[in-house]
């Protein structure tokens, strides 16, 4: 119950708008849109700084909607504070508008979107991630710089969110790490798309919350109780969940039931809309009072906090105290400087033992980079030093939390501010993590992923450990580059190209077992096509391309071969996309091509440009508890097998 | 604190094997091993009744060991009872051994593993899979038969089990469904492989249980305590949650560190740990009585227990009262007669329309057969009638875990009986049920799931919500057969062969938009290849080859060109297996194959035999919010632009 007089007014503008668009696009959320509007009002017109000039301003209030699906019920704010006009709301769902379906995020100034949100859970988990990014800054500069990282993360979630196992998981990591400046509020209108939330839930919220760490309120529909729940939750040590009680669609003839969860308006519906709530607009007419309010409050709260922080940091002479700190904050740290400068002393070894060193490199050199870790630091080390965050260290131990670390790698990358976060797992556990890539690669944003342990040869832990159908799944997704690298050059590069990337999200995928160092001398230069010969010869009879573990196998292949090239590819997805001239110069052969990879990935065809006499050697069924080298050399990876298979190929 | 002198020996003989074992194989999980040791005593030497001779037997009581790197837990009782001899143990993570590093469940009566475990979490959702089919088939049967399935489901879990996310979503399903007789067992040691559990959790477990409506008991690691925990566990109405305060590694000296977590053991450290435990165990000998108490209890009372069933059951009648039971029961439903009676008068629908008539045929004529489907029923019409499973019916309503809902969906197959379960959502969603689509392949059973808005017409809900780069993923998975239908007879088809499966699972795809019906006269024959031909042409100059929505575009190219066949390709994952020469017969074309679907997906190549002027035409990229018919369009999904391409064609 929206007491308020003005509340209830500039609530149903929102709404109004929504349920305008929402019948020009003949289809879309409408249930959200109006039982979420009381908050998300609340939120953008008491609390929420944004700079209206800036949308990646580093200290704006972050905001996820969560529950994507409710867009509307953010857009229309953004149309009555005079970010977006008429067309813009007009455009709900077509190309290029900025009021797609669901929020998305895109890396400009222009776009007032911290997270693209849909797959449920996620947004949550992301908000999670930017909390933590938030936590960290503060940690790292408040002593000297107390004004530089001081904001809000912000969340609307809907009861999908709060069943996705990925809300418990990042609910857990935010307790853990005291995230204080986390206010998530829970549009509670108790209805899904299939039923009542009652019919496939009885979970307590309160205790839930509770059970978790977390502070926990609830409150009414009402502006002032929504304000006053927030008021407290800012004053808290601890994240806070605010359970807001809504009614979905209400004021529909479909409210209060599963059916107002999303659907076509008509005419005659906004009018029976309008009528039971009071209000009488028409024709997109708001009173000049409404959008003056928001105006006022969204833009001018806004603008007025920006000067005054920009006053502040003004004063600041970073630099002078933290070595390179503008270059950080400005995404513009030389990460090619930094890891082209390690010696690697120990070669021939595994490539996940060269990681450490990599990422040691960035202890202190640069304090916005974090790495993360699902419980397996000294499996993978993925670990910057030894001292978490809370610690004042860089390292985030996230539990066996797979899918919420993915999305925090997410939330932290979205930040900004130069901020870059490594998360490691098993190869086979990226299974767990699929989705958080894929939309991390969706926003092109540099989030990046150590994946150990990347093949058959893990062993004795058997089939459920010994990845084979990982890297198709991952090199299907665009704007991800996938790395699975043969040595510690290759992984030098590869760390360059995966921290440098402003466009693309990157995977190293790292060996368990030891690997030969290639000692050829690579150059960047080379290594950018995804590409390059190992050992040459000019038209060459056969040509052997591989990856990671499999180039020394092409290489020893090779020995016995007379007039044979070896190419190395650690990026096969940036190889796909080179021209049929370059590809030719890299892999044509007179006899034969032969490429191999101890998985499953036909991508490897795009190689062979349809040439006949072309063999692919790939892994593409399960393996067993059982000595990997054995089952490697079992699943078709031995020198003997491979010579016999390209000396008898008749073709 | 082991009080009872005798469980103290008896639980230190499980110990002790599992150490020599570990020792043998140079490294195993030693810290689980021990401390869980007294919790899977307590449950097979008190409560678990298995048969001996049978490990298949539908009313056993279920065990899943979901924290499975503890293996040698359960391994030890299995020898100690003489299920397993020496040998048996001593190839621990041996190639087709007994005793792979994870337990693992294979399809026949030799094998008492009732769930491959490995994964973290999901073998607690597949337990709730089991502890759903029980429930289901008791509800269906107990009027007339109240013996046939009164059987437990014990699980036992690992601190790494309740962070994951899957964890929750299952506990909020076993509560909503009233699982009183599933009983976990939590290990609650403390410790994981990185750190303290304190380091990354502060989670109280007793609110978390009763946020989710579960009833909670703590005990110390006394067996005596613990089985006192699940003699009031078996009477209340509620799931069961029982946290067994453990000693990580007890006895050795990593104890109490997460360095006991897993690791090697030499003679001094087994002689160490039979020291603290007070055990004079040498040479693999264990004292007598100690062996004949598990052959006693183990075996004994699982004998006993399958004798009185079997006297019960034999009294039974069940086809006089229901009709084809016998055969449910026993796995011999007639998938094949029942799909192939259903008349679909509507043709030219969605594909996705007609699997509501499919799925409805199954209600009452197979009551073990269940439709669940992550609260998008109203999308993709995965359910079976109207009630729930609480109501009688055969639907299960999840609510949005689509995770939990693919273990469950495994589990339930598990459980045997004859038991089907498909499991549904949107395609693009398919990405957070990954490892528990590959877990039901590696374990070879029928677990079945349809995935529907199978493209970019999925439009306006914009990229999050459009599928490319699932297929791949999905045909990476060996033993799943992904069936991406053109029409009611592929369906019909697919529906037959997935349902009948004995040895592997089945994905099918579905359209969100109408789709022309191919009316083709299809045969079963002609389907089980994975390809036929659609319009025919002798020694054709082009073969369109596509599947599912581009089957009829294909059909519309080829209206423009001379001597060209289409061919629909419902099973890519089946085609790639069949010969050279019937590819040849199918795909052989004078002048050009082209292949066309709008997914990623290299797979298509391996048709093209490596001929130059095939031309593969996928979709490799993110889609938008907007039109789908138009973004499907501007992705390449278009009649005059591959007829452009086709004739331009300069090979």
Redesign the interface.
């Known amino acids: 119950m929206i007491r308020n007089e003005f509340d209830r007014k500039a609530i149903g503008a929102i709404r109004y708008i929504g349920l305008k668009a929402i019948q020009i ?1 003949k ?1 879309g959320h409408v249930g959200m849109t109006i039982s979420a509007a009381p908050i998300t009002y609340t939120l953008f017109t008491k609390f929420i700084n944004i700079n209206p000039n800036n949308g990646k301003w580093i200290n704006r209030d972050r905001f996820v909607l969560s529950g ?2 409710g867009s509307m019920s953010l857009y229309p704010i953004f149309y009555l504070a005079g970010l977006f006009n008429k067309k813009d709301i007009e455009n709900f ?5 900025k009021t ?3 929020p ?1 995020f895109e890396n400009k100034i222009s776009n007032f979107i911290d997270a ?6 996620q947004g949550l988990a992301m908000a999670v991630g930017m909390a933590l990014a938030q936590k960290h800054a503060e940690l790292k500069t408040k002593d000297k710089y107390p004004d530089l990282f001081t904001n809000f993360t912000y969340v609307v979630c809907g ?2 969110d709060f ?7 990042a609910m ?2 935010a ?2 790490y005291e995230l204080n400046k986390l206010i998530v509020l829970y549009d509670s209108n108790k209805f ?4 009542a939330v009652s ?10 919350a ?4 977390w502070f926990y309120l609830k409150c009414s529909n009402d502006p002032e109780e929504i304000e006053k729940c927030i008021k407290t939750a800012q004053r808290t040590s601890k994240p806070s969940l605010i359970e807001v009680d809504t009614i979905i669609a209400e004021g529909l003839l479909t409210a209060n039931s599963n059916k107002g969860h999303h659907g076509v308006v008509n005419d005659e519906d906004i009018k029976k809309f309008l009528s039971y709530h009071q209000l009488d607009f028409q024709d997109w007419n708001i009173d000049q009072n409404i959008l003056d309010y928001f105006e006022k409050t969204v833009i001018q709260r806004g603008l007025k906090k920006v000067k005054e922080w920009e006053e502040k940091i003004s004063k600041y002479n970073l630099d002078s105290s933290f070595k390179n700190w503008e270059k950080i904050i400005n995404d513009d740290f030389d990460y090619s400087k930094l890891f082209n400068e390690i010696k690697i002393e120990n070669k021939n070894q595994a490539t996940r033992v060269y990681l450490k060193q990599f990422l040691s490199s960035l202890e202190n050199e640069n304090p916005f980079t974090i790495a993360t ?1 699902a ?5 993978t080390n993925v670990a910057i030093g030894n001292k ?1 965050i809370l610690e004042g260290g860089q390292s985030l ?8 670390m993915g999305a925090i790698v997410n939330g932290v990358t979205l930040y900004g501010a130069g901020f870059r976060i490594i998360g490691g797992t098993f190869l ?2 990226a ?2 993590i ?2 958080a890539i ?2 991390g ?2 926003m092109k944003i540099p989030a990046i992923y150590a994946f150990t342990h990347d093949s058959y040869l893990v ?7 010994q990845p ?2 990982q890297l ?2 991952l ?5 991800l580059n996938v790395y699975r690298v043969a040595d510690e050059e290759e992984l030098r590069f590869a760390m360059i190209e995966a921290y440098s990337s402003k466009e693309n999200s990157s995977v190293l995928v790292l060996s368990r077992q030891n690997i030969k160092s290639l000692n050829v001398n690579l150059t960047f230069k080379q290594f950018k096509k995804g590409a390059y010969i190992v050992k040459d010869c000019k038209n060459p009879d056969y040509v052997i391309a591989a990856s990671g573990s499999e180039v020394n196998l092409a290489l020893e292949i090779a020995k016995d071969l007379k007039n044979v090239r070896v190419v190395s590819v650690p990026c096969l997805d940036k190889v796909v996309k080179i021209s049929e001239k370059e590809l030719k110069e890299l892999f044509g052969a007179k006899k034969s091509l032969i490429t191999l990879e101890s998985s ?7 190689l ?7 063999v692919h050697l790939g892994a ?3 393996g ?4 990997g080298e ?2 490697y050399k079992d699943k078709g990876f031995d020198k003997e097998i491979i010579l016999k298979h390209i000396l008898e190929n008749k073709n």
């Open positions: 696009a289809g994507g699906h769902k077509i190309e290029n508008s797609p379906g669901h998305e693209s949100t849909g797959p449920l859970g009861d999908g069943q996705e196992g990925i809300s418990y998981e857990a990591i307790s853990k899904q798309l299939d039923s019919k496939v839930s009885n979970e307590n919220m309160k205790l839930r509770e059970a978790q760490g870790c419980d397996l630091v000294s499996s978490t131990p996230i539990g066996i939390r797979e899918f919420a086979v556990f299974d767990y699929k989705s894929r939309l690669a969706m062993g004795g832990d058997g089939p459920t450990h084979y159908d198709p799944m090199r299907a997704i665009d704007n499953a990935d036909f991508k490897w065809f795009r062979h440009l349809n040439n006949q006499n072309n593409y069924t399960f067993k508890s059982m000595d054995k089952l």
